[in-house]
């Protein structure tokens, strides 16, 4: 089959596109002809490294939508054929955790790797039944920013009336946890940089407003503004290191700061007064809980959330799409066909 591989961290050209064998299936397993991955943020973390070296080529990408093309020993209830989509969380499925339907705590719990590629293989858990209506590049567009945002949402207790403010808004996360922003019936603020030049498209998904921030101080009395100098509810801060500081401060008292991410650096300082005193909560947040994507995949097919998808590559080209998503003026997913 064809993939992406990768040998070295480094930038995108080291995503090569090449001939490997083709894996079958083990007991448990099925085997996916693949027709659209989607790229995530975290696939060029995995390009950089930051998820371990490189002992073996790795194939990355973990959201991907095909055809059943083989089913391994023991497998029953999946048909050859049938469309599905990986669900991306692995772990171990009998600790605690993974019986109470927490699997990111699981001590074994991972992002699935090896969408980037005309077959992958997965466990029988990791297959979702791809509703009707979707295309496959739809359906892969979902997985991680969806299950992530959900997740987010769900344990942060968002009610609706809260406010919330929303970094990096035009990019896959901020599109799809502004969507469920607006299903839960919460105020969104959304923060877009100058160089994305359609600022107003993040309207038509409910936005209530636009700031645009790039790099300066001065969002938070923006926020404070908007807020009657209360500060938000909920804010999600997936850039670290340039923006934490803000959205401590951009958020009330006894609210909630969610780290989903750190695309401009992982290492931040503050003073701890400033979460105690003020009785915040910061949320990790890392994919979540398998039982998401099923749930939310039929609202796409219902038209009750809407898969934006910025822009289509071939696989090949998928050191294009990489920098395409780098470039960060993106509205929605980038994906790649296969
Ligand atoms: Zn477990």
């Known amino acids: 089959m064809h993939a992406i591989r990768i040998y070295e961290p480094g930038l995108a050209e080291v995503l090569k596109y090449e001939e490997m064998p083709t894996p079958e299936p083990g007991p448990g397993e099925v085997r996916i002809r693949l027709r659209a991955a989607g790229v995530n943020h975290r696939d060029i973390w995995v390009r950089q490294g930051a998820f371990g070296g490189f002992a073996t080529p790795k194939v990355p990408g973990s959201d991907g939508a095909g055809e059943i093309d083989a089913l391994g020993p023991n497998v029953k209830g999946l048909n050859i054929g049938q469309r599905v989509v990986i669900n991306p969380g692995v772990s171990c499925g009998h600790?605690?955790?993974?019986?109470?339907?927490?699997?990111?705590?699981c001590q074994g719990f991972q992002i699935f790797d090896g969408t980037y590629a005309q077959f992958a293989v997965v466990s029988v858990n990791n297959v979702v039944a791809m509703p009707s209506g979707l295309t496959f590049a739809e359906a892969a567009s979902v997985g991680v920013p969806f299950i992530t945002a959900e997740d987010f949402f769900m344990r942060s207790q968002a009610l609706p009336g809260q406010t919330v403010l929303l970094w990096a808004a035009n990019g896959g996360l901020g599109l799809a946890a502004l969507q469920l922003a607006k299903r839960r019936g919460l105020r969104a603020l959304a923060v877009v940089r100058s160089s994305f030049k359609q600022p107003e498209r993040l309207r038509q998904y409910g936005a209530d407003e636009i700031l645009v921030w790039d790099g300066g101080e001065d969002l938070v009395a923006e926020v404070m503004t908007l807020t009657q100098q209360h500060g938000v509810d909920i804010t999600i801060d997936s850039l670290g290191q340039s923006t934490f500081e803000q959205s401590l401060a951009a958020t009330r008292?006894?609210?909630?700061?969610?780290?989903?991410?750190?695309?401009?650096?992982?290492?931040?300082?503050?003073?701890?007064?400033?979460?105690?005193?003020?009785?915040?909560?910061?949320?990790?947040?890392?994919?979540g809980s398998s039982a998401i994507l099923p749930r939310i995949l039929p609202l796409f097919a219902r038209g009750e959330l809407t898969p934006i998808i910025d822009h289509s590559y071939p696989l090949e080209q998928a050191d294009q799409a990489h920098e395409h998503l780098e470039s960060s003026g993106v509205f929605g997913k980038i994906i790649l066909e296969i």
């Open 95 to 105: 600790c605690r955790f993974c019986l109470a339907g927490e699997q990111p705590s």
């Open 253 to 287: 008292r006894g609210g909630t700061i969610v780290s989903v991410g750190s695309t401009t650096g992982g290492l931040v300082s503050f003073e701890l007064g400033r979460v105690f005193r003020r009785r915040q909560t910061i949320l990790g947040a890392f994919l």
